[in-house]
């Protein structure tokens, strides 16, 4: 009986690495990922009149977005701001801006129908640098969070859930502004998906259910055998 036990463990052990990384990749067909390069003219225009793109998917709730500012700015007043909508016709969208150096101010802002703009973060000087990534991110159970590097942002803010379909992009203040930008890009990376269409999902309590259960068979054995040899 415990040749048997043992030889279940060590069947389930091998297999556990080479099942995760084949269903990883070929069964969860809800992940999405669509990548972004923003040139610096996109943020040569008035936020009234920014620069649209749409997506080639709908990332729907649970999704991590990365921007990595590379743009070289035009005049120590300019601003790049990125814009993440639901959809454009409905002023429902999350905000990442980042000013021009040497303040290199960032912030993150959320703009709803039912409440309005409201700032959420804001670094006036030393907010970001070329170097370092912003992350955005959101989940079904945490919200929507935001770091820089190490440093947190925001973090778990309801914002009654949130699926990135078209992403703005401007960075002037009026018409007669100077351009903010002049060279460069924004890269922008997302990926989402839902963890439970994917069958690996449930491995971990399956393979704990059998562990357990293979446990107590060996225990009560073990029992019986104790008082048998009495």
């Known amino acids: 009986m415990h040749r048997a036990i043992l030889a279940v463990l060590l069947l389930i052990t091998p297999l556990l690495p080479a099942y995760a990384q084949e269903e990883s990749s070929t069964m969860n067909k809800s992940v999405h990922y669509d990548t972004l390069e923003i040139p610096a003219a996109a943020f040569n225009v008035i936020r009234d009149n920014a620069t649209v793109f749409n997506l080639p998917h709908a990332h729907v709730t649970n999704w991590q977005l990365t921007i990595q500012n590379k743009l070289t700015y035009a005049n120590p007043n300019g601003n790049a701001i ?39 973060h804001e670094e006036k000087t030393g907010g970001w640098s070329p170097g370092k990534i912003v992350t955005v991110q959101h ?71 059998v562990t357990g259960l293979l446990i107590g068979v060996l225990i009560k054995t073990k029992k019986r055998e104790a008082v048998a040899s009495r």
């Open 139 to 209: 989940t079904s159970n945490g919200g929507l969070s935001a770091s820089i590097g190490q440093q947190v942002l925001v973090d778990n803010l309801d914002v009654a859930g949130f699926t990135v379909r078209d992403i703005e992009a401007a960075g002037m203040d009026s018409t007669s502004s100077p351009p903010s930008t002049s060279s460069g890009d924004v890269s922008i990376t997302i990926v989402s998906g839902d963890p439970a269409q994917n069958p690996i999902f449930y491995m971990p309590f399956i393979i704990v259910g």
């Open 82 to 120: 990125i814009r993440l909508y639901e959809d454009p016709k409905v002023q429902k969208f999350i905000e990442i801006g980042m000013g021009s150096p040497p303040d290199y101010r960032l912030w993150v802002a959320v703009n709803t129908p039912e409440d309005g703009y409201f700032l959420i």
